[in-house]
């Protein structure tokens, strides 16, 4: 079982940065792959990007590429979510989650149906 803690959303003005955190309970953290969601009002769950287990390899969705670091401490089983120069359509409610590390690395990292475990979420404002 794991379980997983986001922090670090909040409001910020158009171009802004902000990083977000997601902390995982136990002791396998690195046995998983983390990726980062965001359901944004009336919308549909999107993938922002995603990490292996190793954070060697990361895959990001097209909208954030260039704009978006993912990484990750597993000492401190928490994995990070950098934004910047950030945008009024990045407003939603983010997420992170873990998967298993499996033999497709993250090829389907962008299917939320692939994770196991979810966090509650941190809402992030974009103003403009």
């Known amino acids: 079982q794991v379980q997983l803690v986001e922090s670090g959303g909040g409001l910020v003005q158009d171009g802004g940065s902000l990083r977000l955190s997601c902390t995982a309970s136990?002791?396998?953290?690195?046995?998983?792959?983390m990726g980062w969601f965001r359901q944004a009002p009336g919308k549909e769950r999107e993938f922002v990007g995603a990490i292996d287990w190793s954070g060697g390899n990361t895959r990001y969705a097209d909208s954030v590429k260039g704009r978006f670091t993912i990484s990750r401490d597993n000492a401190k089983n928490t994995v990070y979510l950098q934004m910047n120069s950030l945008k009024p359509e990045d407003t939603a409610v983010y997420y992170c989650?873990?998967?298993?590390?499996?033999?497709?690395?993250?090829?389907?990292?962008?299917?939320?149906?692939?994770?196991?475990?979810w966090g509650q979420g941190t809402q992030v404002t974009v103003s403009s």
């Open positions: 989650a873990a998967k298993r590390t499996d033999a497709f690395g993250l090829r389907y990292a962008d299917d939320e149906k692939g994770y196991h475990y």
């Open positions: 136990g002791r396998t953290f690195s046995y998983y792959a």
